[in-house]
């Protein structure tokens, strides 16, 4: 068991470009989250995952944010035309679910949008 | 709507000495409240947690007390290490009771004098 991994760990990209984040849960966990984290700030959620199924959105996530989880296992978080307001550490995080709903946290991955 | 306070934002002890940081939440609901230890340029780690049937649990030099009545919880760490200095969070879930974001608080940044 190797953790959560995330790919990339960091993104440069200048206003208007899209960017596309990959995460690896923990194998045989079934829900997979994202949060995001601002300088000085607590994770805040963007979305969860259970195996394949979205059920659970911020209000955080606007449309040019977009989640997917196609197979169950790894994830991607794509956001469309980036603003300067979207630099910030994203992270994912796994859980089983048994016996509690601990959320096991990837390294995170640092976006810079200049 | 659902929020985390913690305190303090910043905590400087000496070697050896204990460091307690506290957390309320507001929504009577949350039922497992994990804390999380985060080091520069790396995602939480997950330290010790504690469900709301439980009033204290303890794991070597760490320890939470959780107060169901007064809706707040406590990370206690003795006889703090150099190592101890990173950011720690508290969070509140609500489990299986229709989702299961974790909201976390503003963290604290402590600072553990050699």
Partial sequence: DTGVSQDPRHKITKRGQNVTFRCDPISEHNRLYWYRQTLGQGPEFLTYFQNEAQLEKSRLLSDRFSAERPKGSFSTLEIQRTEQGDSAMYLCASSSGQPTDTQYFGPGTRLTVL | ?114
């Fill in chain 2, 1 to 114: 709507g659902e929020n985390v306070e913690q305190h303090p934002s910043t905590l400087s002890v000496q070697e050896g000495d204990s460091a307690v940081i506290k957390c309320t939440y507001s929504d009577s609901a949350s039922n497992y409240f994990p804390w999380y230890k985060q080091e520069l340029g790396k995602g939480p780690q997950l330290i010790i947690d504690i469900r709301s049937n439980v009033g204290e649990k303890k794991d070597q030099r760490i320890a939470v007390t959780l107060n169901k009545t007064a809706k707040h919880f406590s990370l206690h760490i003795t006889e703090t290490q150099p190592e101890d200095s990173a950011v720690y969070f508290c969070a509140a879930s609500k489990g299986t009771s229709g989702t299961y974001k974790y909201i976390f608080g503003t963290g604290t940044r402590l600072k553990v004098l050699a």
